[in-house]
């Protein structure tokens, strides 16, 4: 698994590192799913903010009062935002896990380039090779 702030500072490095190994996956989308992942995260977090802040104001007032009551159901429209905002959060995180999975591991930079398989080279060998009778 690859870094994602290399992803997001040097996509076009990870895109030549990915073609060495004859893959190909779309980038492009996965850093704009990245970005609306964390966008959402920073909406969901903003809102629970502005929920606690909203709290801590609701303290000092008396209960059974009109201002009371009146924070009491803003605070509730506050909680549903949040856990709506929670849930999107959490549902862009999983579609950009799913994408970003599929991005394999990147090739050292000291590993050849070859067409396939047998452009492999026999860097180091231990050992006898045995003969097995057929």
Known sequence: MIDIKLLREDP????????????TVDLDSILELDEK????????????????????????LE????EFLEKVSEMKSMSARAKALETEAKEADQAFQVAFLEI??????SVPSGQS??????????????????
Do not use: C, S, Y
């Not at 959402?40 to 000092?60: F, G, L, S, W």
């Not at 209960?63 to 009109?66: D, E, L």
């Not at 394999?104 to 930079?109: G, I, Q, S, V």
């Open 104 to 109: 394999p591991n990147l090739p050292d930079e």
């Open 63 to 66: 209960k059974g009062t009109p």
């Open 12 to 23: 076009n490095g990870v895109r030549a590192a990915i073609a060495r190994k004859k893959f």
């Open 37 to 60: 992942r964390r966008a959402k995260i920073t909406d969901a977090e903003q809102a629970r903010a502005a929920q606690k802040a909203a709290n801590q104001a609701m303290v000092h």
């Open 117 to 134: 398989e047998a452009d492999n080279q026999v860097i180091h060998t231990w050992g006898a090779v045995d003969a097995f009778p057929h």
